[in-house]
């Protein structure tokens, strides 16, 4: 199983980014992904988790209205569409995946080490 983010960068305050997740050896059927990150310095933390088949979501407060998480089936893909980003939201993004979750305000409580399966991440930078 492979999971792979993709779609950082630098922008600058207030631009968007859309990052992607895409697995392979692993389908996107069921369980929950989450998205994490972590800036210099600091704890990761989770910011984004969606329950896969039955769409339930959960954001950080530090996020939320800004950050949205969706699925693309026929892609075997989540996205995270990143809006009005600020220089706080500079961090490296992992994305986790786990089929035996099965609800995003459950999962939200986990580390990214307690899902089966993460990537490497990916870079934002917000200036």
């Known amino acids: 199983v492979q999971l792979v983010e993709s779609g950082g960068g630098s922008v600058q305050a207030g631009g968007s980014l859309r990052l992607s997740c895409a697995a392979s050896?692993?389908?996107?059927?069921?369980?929950?992904v989450g998205w994490f990150r972590q800036a210099l310095g600091k704890e990761r933390e989770g910011v984004a988790f969606?329950?896969?088949?039955?769409?339930?979501?959960y954001y950080a407060d530090s996020v939320k209205g800004r950050f949205t998480v969706s699925q693309d089936n026929a892609k075997n893909t989540v996205y995270l569409q990143m809006d009005s980003l600020r220089p706080e939201d500079t961090a490296m993004y992992y994305c986790?995946?786990?089929?035996?979750?099965?609800?995003?305000?459950?999962?939200?409580?986990?580390?990214?080490?307690?899902?089966?399966?993460w990537g490497q991440g990916t870079q934002v930078t917000v200036s």
């Open positions: 986790a995946a786990d089929p035996r979750l099965r609800d995003a305000r459950v999962a939200r409580y986990l580390s990214m080490e307690d899902f089966g399966y």
């Open positions: 050896g692993y389908t996107y059927s069921s369980g929950c």
């Open positions: 969606i329950y896969i088949g039955g769409g339930n979501t």
